[in-house]
Structures are given as C-alpha cells and as structure tokens.
C-alpha cells in the first residue's frame, strides 16, 4: 500500500538568502520529498505557504496519510484556519511530522499546547545523534547514532509534553543536549518530532536522515479509517440509551437534542 505523504514547506529563505538557495535550488520541501520517494511504498508531493491555503485544502488534506511540516521564518503568515483544519486531520488521524524550526510552528504548538521553547546556537557546529531506543520502527536500519558535519545546536531545556518515546538524543560540539527525536499520539494521529535541518547546511541530503524520515513516514502513517467526527460532543438523548429508554430525573439546562455549550 502507498503511503501519501505531503512535504509542507514555508518556501521563504530559499527565496531570499541566497546561501540556502544554493544548497537547496529547488527548496527543502522538494528535497525532502525526492528523499522519501526513493522508497517505492511513499507516494511523497509538496505545498507551500504561498499556494491557495498553503497548499493544504480540505480535500488535499483528507488524502494525505502523512504531512511534513518545515517551517522558520514566517510561522506568523500562516492561517489559523489552515492549522485549525490540519489538527482536526491529527486528531482524525493523519500522521505528522515536524522538522527542526518547526518546533516554533503554530501547528506544533497547538497540539502541544506548551511554549516548545529551546536553546539555540548558530556555529556550524557537529551534531551526532545517539539512537537510544533501539527497536523502535524509527531507528531502524540506522548505527548506534550517525554525525552531521555541520549544524546549528538545540539545547535543553526543550520545553515540550513529556514524549511518549524518545528515539533519540543529540550531542553537539559545544557540549549541549537535546531530544532530538520525540513520539506524540494526539487523538487518531501520531506525531513525531525531528530536530536536524537547519537550511544554511545541507542536512536533507544525509542519508541517515533520510532513513530516519523514510522510517518516520511508516511508523506515522495510519491505515485505519479517518476517526470523523472525534471533535463533536453528540447530545445523546435518555431514549436512546443503550441499555434502552431511560426516565429522565430531576431538572435539565438543555431541550431535547439541543447542542451543548462551547
């Protein structure tokens, strides 16, 4: 079965600095998905933040399997109404993963409903990232951790919902830590959060992390039917109970069938 995968890509500093746009000429969102389609079971497409809805309408959004989310610069510029529509898809279940600066996101923060604040450093630094957890789906195919040449540092406190895995964790040149690779379950969806891939290096193009996001794609796609309706509150009423009709004791705030309070 083809897992249908839409890389969302902010598409700002490939159009303005020029440092980005030589490593990545036809954006990351492109690269990223060129990555994943060298799997023959991901079916991988791109939008960005200047299409029509970002690229991510109602229709497109309910044949994706699995949304990409990079973005930096331009978190601001996105519709409340297009991150409100991707939730319910979450919650529904569609998987989601968030990639490095996207930690910021209005997305992530939304399901996240925490700060998701860090430490940050730019100095070109070395990354290398320990596999921690072995026999997760996300780790495999992977040594027991793999380097990236140059990068910008996230350090602790990460100030996100305790993970229900972490995958990894980072070391960096300078001396700092972090979770670099966390799981999150949010109603029917599951989420998972990657931090290599600052744009001013050329991070898409490992291996290792395209094996990681490859995995990442598998482990978050969900073949289950969409969960419609999992933000409704039904009002169901005492004749129709399960056990039967039931009498209704003592005094009610709402009529029969009457939508309740939001």
Known sequence: ?????????????????????????????????????EDPMIEATTATLQEPEHGLSEARLAETDVL?????????????AIVERVANRVWEGMGLIVLHSGHFSKIFKRLMGTPCSLKW????????VWVIN??????????????????????????????ME????????????????????????????FSPGHETYPIYYNTDVKQVLKNAVKWANNPAPAWAGIT?????????????????????????GEAGFR
């Open 1 to 37: 079965m083809t897992i249908r995968v839409v890389v969302w890509g902010e598409n700002v500093h490939e159009q303005e600095n020029e440092t980005v746009r030589k490593i990545y000429p036809e954006g990351m969102h492109t690269t990223i998905a060129k990555g994943l389609a």
């Open 134 to 163: 072995r026999s997760h789906p996300i780790a495999q195919g992977l040594s027991d951790y793999f380097e990236i040449e140059q990068t910008e540092m996230y350090g602790e406190p990460f100030t996100v919902p305790e993970p």
């Open 121 to 128: 450093r730019e100095a070109g630094e070395k990354e290398r």
């Open 166 to 193: 972490t995958v990894f964790v980072t070391w960096y040149e300078g001396g700092e830590v972090f979770r670099s690779g966390l799981t999150y379950k949010r109603g029917g969806g599951s989420i998972f959060y």
């Open 68 to 80: 990409i989310w990079w973005g930096h610069k331009a978190h601001g510029e996105v519709s409340d």
């Open 232 to 256: 409704k509150a039904p009002n169901t009423p005492a004749d129709k109970a399960p056990n039967g009709p039931m009498t209704i004791k003592g005094e009610t705030l709402h009529k029969p």
